[in-house]
């Protein structure tokens, strides 16, 4: 027995046995140890974050063709780009540091609650038409300065007023006579604001061609956050949703893609002359509202736009201002504009409400160069709320 016990602790120790129960693992096979290793907590991770934005998002399972039904809609029309087609929709607009953003369209196609198309007695009825200053992108419902107006209103001694919120985001000056002319006047509006700069500055004043040659209809779904991009994109999209948030993040990254669905580059510049012809036609375009506006029986209320640009001086902050002649051209654009307004306010008599004025230059009233905050969102409606309640009651509260 104490032989067998030597000999067997002798093998243990022997150098040949050893290296033959210990072979190194070759470079190849440590390489596809390593790769398993790898994709193994690769896998678990990725099925881990899986799990997470599932169980966390505010969203719920979500895909790009969900994001779009859920999203604001347009349809072309002849008289408008794009326009909100007639159906009820509560859309999901974006996250801001105050929360969730969504909007509700009524079965008329504007924003905000269903009203009566034929105007009931005893209401004076405001419509407000612009772009997405008007619309106020970044206000959930009944948040929109043009329907806070509305609140304050009828809060301070003007019950019967009922405001309908005519913005929609990329509309022209243009487009807010053709929708007055071509709709708004089957809505019996007392008085009718006109609010619209901004995109007339990035789209229309940098061009002579006739407006005719330059306006189409819109296409549809050409937002890539909100359109699959193949059919390798369609199937992942469908299958996970970390997958659709990294997409998201990635769009979100690459392009400034606005709320009519169109993409556009980040840190636009305004490195283009300003033509004569077009603010012509901007001219022409107040002019034409303002007359609409009397034809129809209300009254035509001119508003400068909010911006967050402004002439630099002493003691104002030149951050707003993009650098060179990308700044001059867009100052220069919202000067031209607002000596327009007042031009066609005082040979038309026509109201000018120049409330906007107080807000600009003044970075936390904006998230950008021409949205609002919530503070801004705010402030701009306690202005207008008081240049329409003089108003109101400088030609009496009743409705024709």
């Not at 190849?28 to 099925?47: E, N, P, Q, R």
């Not at 007055?180 to 002579?208: M, T």
């Not at 709320?259 to 107040?286: C, M, P, T």
């Not at 970075?363 to 705010?378: I, P």
Request: proline share 5%.
């Amino acid at each position: 027995m104490r032989r067998l016990i030597g000999k067997r602790s002798s093998s243990l120790t022997d150098p040949a046995v050893a290296s033959k129960s210990q072979v190194p693992l070759s470079l190849k096979k440590k390489v596809a140890f390593t790769l398993v290793l790898v994709s193994v907590v690769g896998l678990v991770s990725l099925a881990l974050a899986e799990l997470y934005v599932r169980r966390t998002s505010k969203l719920g399972y979500v895909t790009p063709e969900i994001l779009r039904d859920r999203s604001l809609q347009y349809t072309p029309a002849v008289l408008a780009r794009l326009v909100f087609p007639r159906k009820e929709l509560h859309a999901y607009g974006g996250e801001t540091p105050d929360g969730s953003v969504f909007y509700d369209i009524n079965k008329w196609g504007y924003r905000g609650h269903v009203f009566e198309p034929e105007k009931p007695n005893g209401k004076i009825r405001v419509i407000f038409y612009g772009g997405s200053h008007v619309f106020d992108i970044w206000m959930s419902e009944g948040e929109d300065w043009p329907h806070k107006v509305e609140s304050i209103l009828n809060q301070n001694g003007l019950p019967q007023v009922e405001v309908i919120n005519g913005g929609v985001p990329g509309f022209c000056s243009f487009e807010c006579f053709s929708s007055l002319w071509s709709e708004g006047h089957v809505f019996s509006p007392d008085y009718v604001v006109f609010c619209c700069a901004w995109n007339d500055i990035k789209k229309r004043l940098q061009s002579s061609e006739p407006l005719l040659r330059q306006i189409h209809p819109e296409a549809e779904d050409r937002d890539p956050r909100l359109n699959y991009q193949g059919s390798v994109d369609r199937f992942l999209s469908e299958h996970l949703q970390l997958y659709v948030r990294l997409r998201q993040t990635y769009y979100d990254w690459k392009f400034d893609a606005d709320l009519e669905g169109h993409e556009i580059q980040r840190d636009q510049k305004f490195d283009f002359d300003l033509s004569e012809e077009a603010f012509k036609q901007y001219r022409l375009n107040v002019e034409l509202f303002v007359d609409c506006a009397k034809n129809i029986g209300a009254v035509p209320v001119l508003m400068d736009e909010a911006r967050l640009a402004v002439r630099a001086t002493g003691s104002e902050p030149t951050d707003p201002l993009p650098p060179g002649r990308s700044g001059e051209t867009l100052i220069t654009g919202y000067e031209r504009i607002e000596q327009i307004l007042r031009e066609v306010a005082a040979e038309k008599n026509a109201v000018l409400l120049n409330s906007s004025s107080e807000l600009n230059g003044r970075s936390e009233f904006f998230a950008d160069r021409v949205h609002l905050t919530k503070k801004g969102s705010n402030e701009l409606a306690g202005l207008v709320a008081q240049g329409m309640t003089r108003l109101i009651q400088s030609k009496g509260v009743s409705s024709r």
